[in-house]
């Protein structure tokens, strides 16, 4: 195999013959499959059965139908590769060193960073293989509508982008522990905290602090769940101003995103309101706070905080997404556990080489 | 008991090039010295054999060696180049064959070659050519499609050892290669690594079966705790130390005599002396354990 007339990493080439000649592979993207077309049957026969609250056309329904396929499909692969990444990657270091392979790999002329990343690369192109098998599913709502190929490239570069953080940390995690087991519990760990531990600690933010001010979203950077969310998301409830809603496990999370005084009606301010004259002046109470609009000069409507000020073009972040800032945040995070695992294979080193 | 005399400092004859110079090697973890203070100087071509109790201080000295493990004090060459300076040239030039060979689970024999002729960066037209090469001289042709973990372990030992052949390396360290192997592949291993000196490789060994390194090794250093006891070829350590040496001769008929000679020369002259004699000899053997006896005599039983 060759890229561009150079050979492809060796270390890459191994890792994915090994890994499709086991059976485990074979397992493994059954059940994931399995999973995602139960999830995707049970959605189907919950949605497609349910009466129509706004009377909405056939083809909106239908699209709101094959939204809500797409991202229900979409949240559960990321949920699957939490499982699946960190379990297969984190015996990357510490498998090699059991099976005393790690040592004449060492004495190659492989650089540490040639083997990590081959190892790496391993583990996304794993995860690439299971969006790829995911795609029929995916296919189901583009059938129904209400999702572009913007909105597929989004989601998929999402779940690609999670495999990557989490094949990362699991790299870290498997050049740190001498024993694959001890690797697994800690990389498996850290995706815990950053998909539960993170939204419980913002969580527990909200409930502590009786200031009256929001938590501090930071802390939800570190969340793929909420990246995804916000890199996908569009708004999800606005039946009043006759758009389509629907119902997607990424709903509460982009909920919760949004700032709570740019909420309305549970929903969000659409982005072309943001500052914008909106179609009509009325007040909107939100968590007993009151969201009022005036009537400007030129006869336009504005939207405006209960302080005074205008709802912001953009979500608080000084105008830069938050899916963005998480991409910057869980990046270097990732980076960072290369790098630990780069300098921990690095040799001529103090202690004696195992494996 | 009288002391020994200092056998640690074989005299190295000028202008014989030097495949691997180790001075002053120290390497120590704590307050343990793994190895303290060593000086080997291995001339090219030759077969230099380690030999030393479990804790000695081999496999850490291969180490160093290997570019794996940084000395605590000393330099080290091996075919001119630093390993902690330039590990990349080491890795190059040198082929490091540890004491255990792990295995891949799912590839095949040449699978495996061809992984490590891509991890030494070698040409990929090259592959098929090296990889027969490599099959026959360690007698695994007929092995070529067989997966590597279904293979038995005299054949896994020859096959880390075409692995470190791989990219036809100055220099070869093998750590214990004979270790667990029947006596079948311990004479093909032998057979093999004769071969290679003849083919100009410089081979640094280390194994417990002393008699097949005897047979072999041009020249031998003895280590215990870390340090360095002996050094040279087997013969010269037993001149050196002086010790008796055990004759026996058959003579026609059946008789057995054992004699006692205390040098090479006194050993010359017993087997003179007994033709003049026209005593019908038919054996003239020594009978001492050769390496085994001088690693005894050296070796003090510190670290086992």
Same mark, same amino acid.
């Given at each position: 195999m060759r890229l561009r007339g150079r050979p492809l990493n060796p270390v890459l080439a191994r890792e994915v013959k090994e890994r499709m000649r086991t059976r485990r592979t074979t397992i493994v993207v059954t059940v994931y499959l399995a999973v995602l077309a139960l999830i995707l049957q049970v959605v189907y026969s919950g949605m497609s059965g349910a009466q129509d609250a706004f009377g909405d056309s056939l083809a909106t329904q239908s699209a709101r139908l094959g939204r809500s396929l797409f991202e229900t499909l979409l949240f559960f692969m990321l949920v699957l590769v939490c499982f699946i990444v960190p379990g297969g990657t984190a015996d990357a270091v510490s498998g090699e060193r059991e099976r005393q392979t790690l040592v004449p790999l060492q004495v190659?002329?492989?650089?540490?960073?040639?083997?990590?990343?081959?190892?790496?690369?391993?583990?996304?192109?794993?995860?690439?293989?299971?969006?790829?098998?995911?795609?029929?599913?995916l296919g189901v709502s583009f059938v129904l509508g209400g999702v572009s190929v913007g909105d597929l490239a989004r989601g998929v570069a999402a779940v690609l982008a999670t495999g990557l953080v989490l094949a990362c940390l699991a790299l870290g995690c498997s050049s740190l522990a001498r024993r694959t087991q001890g690797a697994m519990i800690l990389a498996y760990g850290l995706t815990l905290f950053l998909a539960l531990g993170t939204a419980?600690?913002?969580?527990?933010?909200?409930?502590?602090?009786?200031?009256?001010?929001?938590?501090?979203?930071?802390?939800?950077?570190?969340?793929?769940?909420?990246?995804?969310? /916000?890199?996908?998301?569009r708004a999800t409830f606005d039946g009043f101003f006759g758009r389509f809603s629907t119902s997607s496990p990424f709903d509460p999370l982009r909920l919760?995103?949004?700032?709570?005084?740019?909420?309305? !009606?549970?929903?969000?301010?659409?982005?072309?309101?943001?500052?914008?004259?909106?179609?009509?002046?009325?007040?909107?109470?939100?968590?007993?706070?009151?969201?009022? !609009?005036?009537?400007?000069?030129?006869?336009?409507?504005?939207?405006?905080?209960?302080?005074?000020?205008?709802?912001?073009?953009? /979500?608080?972040?000084?105008?830069?997404?938050?899916?963005?800032?998480?991409?910057?945040?869980?990046?270097?995070?990732?980076?960072?556990?290369?790098?630990? %695992?780069?300098?921990?294979?690095?040799?001529?080193?103090?202690?004696? %080489?195992?494996? | 008991m009288t002391a020994l005399p200092d056998l640690s400092a074989a005299p190295v004859g000028e202008?014989? @090039?030097?495949a691997v110079q180790?001075?002053?090697?120290?390497?120590?973890?704590?307050?343990?010295?793994?190895?303290?203070?060593?000086?080997?100087?291995?001339?090219?071509?030759?077969?230099?054999?380690?030999?030393?109790?479990?804790?000695?201080?081999?496999?850490?000295?291969? =180490?160093?060696?290997?570019? =794996?493990?940084?000395?605590? #004090?000393?330099?080290?060459?091996?075919?001119? $180049?630093?390993?902690?300076?330039?590990?990349?040239?080491?890795?190059?030039?040198?082929?490091? &064959?540890?004491?255990? &060979?792990?295995?891949?689970?799912?590839?095949?024999?040449?699978?495996?070659?061809?992984?490590?002729?891509?991890?030494?960066?070698?040409?990929?037209?090259?592959w098929p050519g090296l990889i027969d090469g490599l099959l026959e001289l360690v007698d695994l042709a007929g092995k070529r499609r067989t997966m590597v973990d279904s293979l038995s372990r005299g054949m896994k030992q020859r096959l880390s050892l075409a692995r470190a052949l791989v990219h036809d390396p100055e220099v070869l +360290?093998?750590?214990?290669? #004979?270790?667990?192997?029947?006596?079948? #592949?311990?004479?093909e291993l032998r057979e093999?690594? +004769?071969?290679?000196?003849? &083919?100009?490789?410089? +081979? +640094?060994?280390?194994? $417990?079966?002393?008699? @097949?390194?005897?047979?072999?090794?041009?020249?031998?250093?003895?280590? @215990?705790?870390?340090? =360095?006891?002996?050094?040279?070829?087997?013969?010269?350590?037993?001149?050196?130390?002086?010790?008796?040496?055990a004759v026996r001769v058959r003579l026609a008929g059946g008789e057995v005599q054992e004699h006692t000679v205390g040098s090479e020369e006194e050993q010359q002259a017993l087997l003179a002396r007994l033709v003049a004699e026209g005593l019908p000899v038919v054996e003239f053997t020594e009978t001492s354990n050769g390496l085994e006896d001088l690693f005894l005599r050296v070796t003090k039983g510190v670290v086992q």
């Open positions: 190659s002329l492989l650089s540490p960073r040639s083997i990590l990343a081959g190892k790496l690369l391993s583990s996304v192109a794993f995860v690439f293989l299971l969006v790829l098998a995911t795609l029929p599913l419980m600690i913002y969580g527990a933010q909200h409930v502590l602090d009786d200031t009256g001010r929001r938590p501090n979203k930071a802390v939800l950077t570190l969340n793929p769940f909420f990246a995804t969310a /916000d890199a996908t998301g919760l995103l949004v700032p709570e005084d740019q909420r309305f !009606f549970g929903g969000f301010v659409e982005e072309e309101f943001r500052g914008q004259p909106m179609p009509m002046p009325m007040p909107m109470p939100v968590d007993g706070e009151a969201v009022e !609009f005036f009537e400007e000069g030129d006869g336009g409507a504005f939207g405006v905080l209960p302080d005074g000020r205008p709802i912001p073009p953009e /979500d608080a972040g000084g105008g830069i997404p938050f899916w963005a800032r998480s991409v910057v945040v869980l990046g270097w995070i990732a980076g960072a556990a290369f790098l630990l %695992a780069t300098r921990r294979l690095r040799t001529p080193s103090d202690r004696a %080489a195992v494996g | 202008g014989v @090039e030097l180790v001075e002053g090697l120290t390497k120590r973890y704590g307050d343990l010295f793994a190895v303290r203070d060593l000086a080997l100087s291995v001339p090219r071509g030759a077969i230099f054999g380690l030999i030393g109790p479990n804790g000695a201080g081999k496999s850490t000295t291969f =180490l160093v060696l290997a570019s =794996l493990l940084a000395p605590t #004090a000393g330099r080290v060459r091996v075919a001119g $180049h630093d390993p902690v300076e330039n590990p990349r040239a080491v890795r190059a030039t040198l082929g490091y &064959m540890p004491d255990v &060979m792990g295995v891949y689970d799912n590839l095949r024999v040449d699978e495996y070659l061809e992984f490590f002729a891509g991890a030494y960066r070698l040409p990929r037209s090259s +360290v093998l750590d214990e290669p #004979a270790s667990g192997l029947d006596p079948r #592949a311990r004479v093999l690594l +004769v071969q290679l000196r003849d &083919m100009g490789k410089t +081979v +640094v060994i280390s194994s $417990h079966i002393l008699a @097949e390194l005897e047979e072999m090794c041009t020249e031998v250093a003895i280590l @215990e705790a870390g340090r =360095l006891l002996a050094v040279g070829s087997p013969r010269s350590i037993g001149d050196q130390l002086g010790g008796a040496r």
